[in-house]
């Protein structure tokens, strides 16, 4: 299968999941995909840090007390 997505939009899950595992068919100037990477994963990584206290309190919770 193969799925054709515009990258220039504010989904950074769907921006990440491409930079991970996306593939490059073209691109119209050489090296926009590396940029496209490279400031993908600085967004995800900032995200990441932002959202790593709730999730571990998300986890601990779930630990202590099953999903409902």
């Given amino acids: 299968d193969v799925d054709l997505v ?3 939009g504010d989904d ?8 991970v595992h996306g593939v490059l068919l073209h691109e119209s100037l050489p090296g926009a995909f590396a940029r496209f990477r490279a400031g993908t994963t600085a967004a995800w990584l900032d995200f990441e840090t932002a959202l790593a206290p709730a999730r571990a309190r998300w986890l601990a919770r779930i630990a202590r007390q099953g999903i409902p």
């Fill in 6 to 8: 515009r990258l220039d």
């Fill in 12 to 19: 950074l899950l769907l921006a990440r999941e491409a930079a």
